[in-house]
T-cell receptor, first 111, second 116 residues
Framework: GQNIDQPTEMTATEGAIVQINCTYQ??????LFWYQQHAGEAPTFLSYNVLDGLEEKGRFSSFLSRSKGYSYLLLKELQMKDSASYLCAVSESSNDYKLSFGAGTTVTVRA | DTAVSQTPKYLVTQMGNDKSIKCEQNLGHDTMYWYKQDSKKFLKIMFSYNNKELIINETVPNRFSPKSPDKAHLNLHINSLELGDSAVYFC???????????????FGPGTRLTVT
């Protein structure tokens, strides 16, 4: 089974930085993904971590600590278009490619 | 160029009816998925096929039956629809050319199913 926790909502100001935390307790671990989902749209891939440390991709970075069962997504220089839901997802097994998703964090960017 | 497409985008139907949702991907991916996203936005895996073979079958009522005629298509048929089936259903696909490596999944636009 799996338990993936994220805050429900966060609000930040345009130009600021927001950090979305994700903690997980899963039976196995084969990588962690972050997805972005705008209201009424499909989730789109943002980042993937399988080793400990920070992965940077432009304004977005993702961090993983496997020993702590913890990841965060860092959004820098926030723009209005970053208002969306951010989903943390864990791949538990190398056998079935299944992703278990957290409930998502809705980020609202204010002017 | 649509990567993962689903039809229909909206589906409104009455309890007890049978309906199908179609999914196609033109990415050449080997693996396809069906997810259900409920009103609380929780995205949950239902099924996955790899090269037309069922590899994930979560605890889903057997009223739901996936069918993969070829590796580019994965359809979802639902019998005897119930009110609780109302949700957004997403199809997704991923490449799988490296064993043991989980790839990112590409999602279709979703089908919003409303059962009245």
């Amino acid at each position: 089974g799996q338990n993936i926790d994220q805050p429900t909502e966060m609000t930040a100001t345009e130009g600021a930085i927001v950090q979305i935390n994700c903690t997980y307790q899963t039976s196995g671990f084969n990588g962690l993904f972050w997805y972005q989902q705008h209201a009424g749209e499909a989730p789109t891939f943002l980042s993937y971590n399988v080793l400990d440390g920070l992965e940077e991709k432009g304004r977005f970075s993702s961090f993983l600590s496997r020993s702590k069962g913890y990841s965060y997504l860092l959004l820098k220089e926030l723009q209005m278009k970053d208002s969306a839901s951010y989903l943390c997802a864990v791949s538990e097994s190398s056998n079935d490619y299944k992703l278990s998703f957290g409930a998502g964090t809705t980020v609202t960017v204010r002017a | 160029d649509t990567a993962v497409s689903q039809t229909p985008k909206y589906l409104v139907t009455q309890m007890g009816n049978d309906k199908s949702i179609k999914c196609e991907q033109n990415l050449g991916h080997d693996t396809m998925y069906w997810y259900k996203q409920d009103s609380k936005k929780f995205l949950k895996i239902m099924f996955s096929y790899n090269n037309k073979e069922l590899i994930i079958n979560e605890t889903v009522p057997n009223r739901f039956s996936p069918k993969s005629p070829d590796k580019a298509h994965l359809n979802l048929h639902i019998n005897s629809l119930e009110l609780g089936d109302s949700a957004v259903y997403f199809c997704a696909s991923s490449p799988q050319d490296r064993p043991l490596h989980p790839y990112e999944q590409y999602f279709g636009p979703g089908t919003r199913l409303t059962v009245t």
